[in-house]
């Protein structure tokens, strides 16, 4: 009766447990000794000291206390007494899991490592790919994390459909984190939403937790920001519920990183700002977390102005490298502050401190050479103080560096700064060769940013040589700023002008359609005037009616010009394959009368079937051959002639006339809208043929050129690119006739 009792009570332990609510787990666990006190060696007793160990054991964890850790331990010694051998992998395991608590990781390996042994000596898969998966989390800690990879791997292969969901998921768990730590970003990807259904379904709050973090990073090198926070808001409130503190400061900081990389600031500094504040929180992180969050908030406070704060931040920041002999994170927060003194114009404060770094980089960084930024910083520190050949060998050798390490963000700065000194010394032609170094370097380092800017926190783990790189990045949080800003607002810029072109669009249609109606009034209002006063109307009223129904004309012509212009490319971008002979054909049949008034010619030959938009072609070539039968010299019969010719890629079109030609100077201003050179009486016309023409050559990605002689004729020669065939269906019966 007891003995089912007990199970039950275990049972609900175990379950609570797995929710991490630890309360309840304990209430149930302590009945449950309670029940099974008396008989000591009862298989039973083992395994509930077991469990409450557990459960102090993560308590311990979450809250960084060291009391409750040895309190887990006492249980487990007391679980190990009370025997059965069956547990023994079991108490092992968590032997291992309090050494790592207690950042013992030999100890925890030591253990790990026994436990895998009989596991495999007793052929228990389940407990072998839990030892297994328990050494891989330990290499982490110590960040080797190519063993941690290659134990991965291997428990990856022995999963089997047979393994028990909840080893499973502690398996694919491992997986996942490794192969983040990698940067194998697309592996995390394939197995993250599968990892966390399954951490739902088994209700394992922890792993939930983990896998929520890592999806997140997952959303957040692709630069899908919304769903990265998304998860991380999930991470951030089930850590806190739980108080799994390390991990609500992990969601903190990396919502911080997403604000960082969407430039918000304010929100960012908040979120590093809070975790800064709460001390539960902050405890709960390890040292160099400690100091990569100081370090960014120093950068942050900066950005705000916050000066006084940013100062404090990145001292901290360097001292707790110094503490801990993190050589990068006190050159890197050096590093900061002495951008701000330049910055502030306090050059011999910056002076003092690039010394200590000289001094720190020459001794202690080993290798001889000297940092990239650290040069940049003197090329500007020797600038600033007017020494400018100095500033250009510092300048110089701080890009060299720059590229030798790929550190894209110095070597932009340093062409920068070498543009600047240029500039100011009046050697124009480097100035201009470094702005353009200035300007490649920044687009390789927007491509680098836009995959990394995530990836940065959860790297912070990794501090060897190997991983230099990403160390480089995430110490130019600063700068990444600025740059993300700078293009957010490049986007934004882009838009506008969009907008302001679709409402200039929208305002010629609107106007010249809006306008036709009245304009359609007062023309028929004056007809029916002169005809009213037709009989006593005077001659000079006559010649008056005349004007406005001139003028009415005109307008009329001119909107719907404008209508027309309005209309290129909006409807229909589409391309088929086009005869130009047929378009020729049309067009001819269009000036019929024209042509026979003036004796006039049009002469095509040879035209091909290209492939285009058969509209614009047919508006583009209308109003060159209108324009060279209008355009003709006195007494001399035009002739048109369109010609055709394919040069490489391009289609290039010649349409020529015998007219009045167009002098030089006018050759540009021909193609504004409403530019004409004559006066109406002359030529007709409303000054917009061209522009339009010049519209629809830029819709099709071409260019015109203008060869003409005045009082010898005009040649118009269109070029523009052909259609890659190889990425459309080849299907020429739409207009091939
Ligand atoms: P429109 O023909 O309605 O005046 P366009 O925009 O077609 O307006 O042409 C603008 C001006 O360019 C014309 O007024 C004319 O002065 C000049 N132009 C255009 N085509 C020719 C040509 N083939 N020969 C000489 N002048 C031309």
Redo the contacts with the bound molecule.
Sequence with gaps: MNKRLINILVKHAEKAYLKREFEKASLYANQAIDLSGKDNKDNNLSKIYLLKGKIQNSKGQYAQDNDLIEDAESYFNQAKTSVPSSLDVQILLNYGHVFVNKKNYESALEKYESALSIAEKNSDLELILTSMVHISRVFINQKKIKNAFEIAGQFFLLLDDNVKPATKLLCYEQYIAVHIRMGHFVVAAEYGVQTLELSIELEDIENEIKVLNSIAITHAVKGEYKQAFDYLMQCKTKSEAIGYHEYTGKSLINIGNIFSALSNHEEAYSNYKNLVSVRTLYNGLDDYTKGILLYNLGCIAYLLDKKNEAFRYLNQAKEIGEKFKNSRLIARSQYELIRIYLGEEQLEEALKLAKIVEQFYTTSDGNGKENESHLANLAEINYLQGKYETAIEYGIKASQRASEVQNHKTRKRSYKILSNIYKKLGDLENAYLYLNLYSEASEEFFKEMRRRTMVDLEMKYETSRKEKEIELLRSEMMLQQQELEYTQQLTEKNEKVAIAQEEIRQFTYAVSHDLKEPLRMIGSFSKLLSQKYETVATSDDLEFFGYINNGVVRMSDLLN?LLEYGRVGKHDDEKVWVNLKTIMEDITETYYLKIKEEKAAIHFENLPIIHSNRLMLFQLLQ??V???L??KRPDVAPIVKVSYQEKDEMHIIRVS?N????AEE?QER??QIF????KRET???????????KKIINHLNGDVQIN?EVGK??T?VISFPKTDLSKINDNRNNDAK
């Design positions: 010009a109003n060159l209108a324009n060279g209008k355009f006339d007219g009045i030609g167009i006018y021909i193609f530019a004409r050179l004559h030529y007709e016309g409303t000054g917009i043929g061209l522009a339009m023409c003409s004729g005009t118009f």
